[in-house]
C-alpha cells in the first residue's frame, strides 16, 4: 500500500515558523514529483507547490514563495516544508501528495495554526 | 491564475437519484480536468482524471465529461457511500486550482 505519512503540525504565533515531514512508503519515492496541498477548514483546496522527483526543481504558489520552502531527501524517503513568517491566513491543514499534476496518494494531512 | 467555477455548492438527492455536478473553467483546460471525493477528516480521493477516465477501483457509477471549459461529474444511481464533497481540479497550468467544492447530501 502506498502511504504518505505527515508530522510537525501545530500552534504557532503569527510571523513564527513551523516545518512539516511527510514520509512516504510503498512505492518508489525518488521517483515522483512530490507536490503540498493545503485546505482551509471546510474551504476549498489549495496548491502549494511542487518538488521533482530529485529536488532539482521546485515551483511555489504566489502565496508562499519567498516564506514557504520545499525541500526532500530520497535516501530517508522524506519530503519537508519549512513554514517561515507565518500568517493567520497560513491556518490550514496541509497535505503532503504523490504527483506532479493528478495527486493519487495523501497524507493524512497535518493540522497547523496561526494563532 | 485559472479559475474553476463549480456548482452547486451543495446538493441534496436520494439514494437512486442521478446526480450532476458541473465546473467552469476561466479559460481553456483543453480535457486536464479531475475529480476529487472528500469525506468527513479524510484526505481526498482521486475518482477521475482526464476529464473523463475512471480511476482504477472507483465505482462506473461515477462518469465525468467534458472539456474546454466546461466539465461535470455525474454520480447514476446515488449510495449513500457517496454522501461527500467533491472536487473539481484543473491541471493545464500552474498554480493548478481546484473549485470550491459540492457537498452533496443524501435525503
Known amino acids: 500500500e502506498e502511504l504518505l505519512v505527515e508530522s510537525g503540525g501545530g500552534l504557532v504565533q503569527p510571523g513564527g515558523s513551523l516545518r512539516l515531514s511527510c514520509v512516504g512508503s510503498?512505492?518508489?519515492?525518488?521517483?515522483?514529483?512530490l507536490t503540498w496541498v493545503r485546505q482551509v477548514a471546510g474551504k476549498g483546496l489549495e496548491w502549494l507547490g511542487k518538488?521533482?522527483?530529485?529536488?532539482?526543481?521546485?515551483q511555489y504558489a504566489d502565496s508562499v514563495r519567498g516564506r514557504f520552502i520545499i525541500s526532500r531527501d530520497n535516501a530517508k524517503r522524506s519530503l519537508d516544508l519549512q513554514m517561515n513568517d507565518l500568517k493567520v491566513e497560513d491556518t490550514a491543514i496541509y497535505y503532503c501528495?504523490?504527483?506532479?499534476?493528478?495527486?493519487?496518494?495523501w497524507g493524512q494531512g497535518a493540522p497547523v495554526t496561526v494563532s | 491564475d485559472i479559475h474553476m467555477a463549480q456548482s452547486p455548492s451543495t446538493l441534496s438527492a436520494s439514494v437512486g437519484d442521478r446526480v450532476t455536478i458541473t465546473c467552469r473553467a476561466s479559460?481553456?483546460?483543453?480535457?486536464?480536468v479531475a475529480w476529487y471525493q472528500q469525506k468527513p477528516g479524510s484526505a481526498p480521493k482521486l475518482l477521475i482524471y482526464?476529464?473523463?477516465s475512471l480511476e482504477s477501483g472507483v465505482p462506473a457509477r461515477f462518469t465525468g465529461s467534458g472539456s474546454g471549459t466546461r466539465f461535470t461529474l455525474t454520480i447514476d444511481s446515488l449510495q449513500s457511500e457517496d454522501s461527500a464533497t467533491y472536487f473539481c481540479q484543473q491541471y493545464d497550468a500552474y498554480p493548478l486550482t481546484f473549485g470550491q467544492g459540492t457537498k452533496v447530501q443524501i435525503k
Open positions: 501528495v504523490k504527483g506532479q499534476q493528478l495527486f493519487d496518494v
Open positions: 479559460q481553456n483546460v483543453d480535457n486536464w
Open positions: 482526464l476529464a473523463s
Open positions: 510503498g512505492f518508489t519515492f525518488r521517483m515522483f514529483t
Open positions: 518538488i521533482d522527483d530529485d529536488g532539482g526543481e521546485i
